[in-house]
């Protein structure tokens, strides 16, 4: 990171019954947020809905496939001001191709506010990789500079924090 510059890691992550991880209490992202800030001295804004809560995986996925195929954008739960940060760090788990439809939500309210900022994609997931997810935010924030995304698989996230590392490694950061 740039001295001088201050950066945000802003993510949805879904506690519960989570697939090949089973019901969890931290959410698989939540984990990979906490690891950048840990690494990067970043400050965090949590994207948080009800609308999933206690919900099994299998009607989960459904309402997130029908949510997407829809476009619905569900709220969430305060706001952030973006203004003093130069680089945003975007994460969230993969359903159906894509982020949840609550960062999409996230993304309408907040596009002019990322003009000029520098804008890293992560994902979790089971085999989806970075999906469309990378894309998806380049879209959202045409005026932004949106970097190398990471993907890691969330049965692997805790064991992970060395790949975080030379993921940030890689983009120029100098972690703690």
Known sequence: MTTGSK???VFFSHAGDNYSVGNIKVGNTKIVADY??????????????????????TPLIRLAKEEAHRGELPEYEGDVDLSGYDTIFIGGPVWWGTYPQVMFTFFKK?????QGKTVIPFTTHEGSGLAACADDVAAAFAGAN??????????????GQEQVKQWLAA????TR
């Open 110 to 114: 907040h596009e002019a506010d990322m």
């Open 36 to 57: 950048i800030t840990a690494l990067t001295g970043a400050e965090q804004f949590e994207i948080i809905t009800h609308k999933y809560d206690g919900m099994a995986y």
């Open 171 to 174: 983009l120029g950061y100098t």
């Open 146 to 159: 949106v970097t190398q995304g990471f993907s890691i698989y969330g049965h692997e996230v805790r064991t």
């Open 7 to 9: 950066a945000l890691v």
